[in-house]
């Protein structure tokens, strides 16, 4: 088994040798952090309403991977102020019926559903700690599942500002009726 030999010059993270998921779930929500940095940098100016918010939010990704091994900095007030966020620019949208759209789009939307994807990655990595027996705070998948829900609505946005249409993905495996009941992938 690897282990940190006593040069810090050949230590990346203290606790990379770590055999659990807590050393990835908070490599994972580093990646996050980094990605929400990238897509927030790829706003251009039409889009700084959205920037602004990476921005914003971009802090909380790193309190996030914290959150288990310190004092959890995700609680209900986080959890309520993303929420708010979240359905600020729901608000932006022109409503259609489509539920799941293909990944693509102009600017920051490709780095926004890398985003999202990351953030399904975090939640079910806190499936597993928690399956693990690591004390998972509450807030934290929840948090996770609204970060992922907020990625998607700003990639909407971003393409309805740009005239990007985004061709609906119907499922070959389950058709339109059952996925109608899930907002985004």
């Known amino acids: 088994m690897f282990k940190f030999n006593g040069d810090v010059d050949e230590m990346s993270y203290p606790f990379i040798y770590e055999t659990s998921n807590l050393c990835d779930f908070e490599i994972l929500t580093d990646e996050l952090c980094t990605q929400v940095g990238l897509a927030g940098s790829a706003c251009i100016e039409r889009d700084a309403d959205l920037q602004q918010v990476l921005f914003d939010i971009q802090p909380k990704m790193f309190d996030l991977n914290g959150s288990i091994r310190g ?110 009941r899930v907002e985004n992938p």
Do not use: W
Not at 150 to 171: D, G
């Open 71 to 180: 004092r959890c900095a995700i609680g209900d007030v986080e959890l309520v102020e993303l929420k708010d966020i979240y359905s600020q620019l729901k608000q932006l949208l022109v409503a259609d019926d489509r539920k799941f759209v293909l990944p693509r789009g102009v600017g920051a939307v490709v780095p926004l559903h890398y985003c999202r994807s990351l953030s399904k990655k975090v939640t079910r990595l806190l499936v597993r700690l928690d399956l693990e027996g690591v004390s998972v705070p509450p807030t934290l998948p929840r948090y996770t599942n609204v970060l992922t829900n907020l990625f998607f609505v700003m990639t909407r946005i971003i393409n309805q500002r740009s005239a990007v249409e985004e061709p609906e993905y119907i499922s070959s495996n389950y058709g339109k009726a059952r996925l109608s």
